[in-house]
């Protein structure tokens, strides 16, 4: 598949840069991301110009996960993916959480997922105690389905308790009750 951009309100998505590199690396600096993310730690400008240059490619060529940078004007923000038939995932750099940016990007990537039939369904996970993932995923319209071993492992290979949700197309959009407070 080839790379495509999507806008979401003030947001545009479109593809990560080499120009990026230096946020990325900044905002993958966040000690939330090592208790909560699979990303390499301590995360080095290495790890963020091979995400760049070949995991966002590989993803996109291959049509098994495709992924963009949130920008608001031109700024780089964070980054949204989804993994055909897994799972989406989400994060945003520390100065720009709690602008109501990521369920905005999430529901634009999730609408384009559901319109094309790329997928059927989205799920999301994330490790129990991540509220800031768990409170995008519930605003976006997931409905929470309890707590599993994460499908994606971790650095050290395991598969530690996770949140679980899904969102299907028939689903609405507006956040459901029985998330974990």
């Known amino acids: 598949m080839e790379p495509f951009d999507l806008t979401a309100g003030p947001l545009v998505l479109d593809q990560p840069t080499r120009a990026d590199v230096p946020l990325i690396t900044e905002y993958c600096q966040d000690p939330l991301f090592e208790a909560y993310m699979t990303l390499p730690w301590p995360y080095e400008p290495k790890h963020a110009e091979f995400f760049v240059d070949e995991f966002v490619p590989r993803g996109w060529s291959s049509d098994t ?30 100065p720009h959480r709690g602008s109501g940016y990521t369920p905005l990007a999430v529901n634009a990537v999730v609408d384009w997922a559901f319109e094309s039939g790329w997928v059927p369904e989205v799920r999301w996970e994330a490790i129990v105690g991540n509220t800031a993932s768990l409170a995008v995923a519930r605003k976006a319209g997931f409905t929470y389905t309890g707590v599993e071993s994460a499908m994606v492992a971790g650095r050290d290979g395991s598969h530690p308790d996770s949140w679980q949700a899904v ?10 009750a029985g998330w974990p407070a």
């Open 167 to 176: 969102l299907r197309p028939t689903d609405s959009r507006s956040p459901k």
């Open 65 to 94: 996960e495709v992924t963009w940078a949130l920008r608001r004007d031109g700024e780089f923000l964070g980054v949204v993916g989804l993994r055909k038939n897994t799972m989406i995932g989400f994060w945003l750099g520390a």
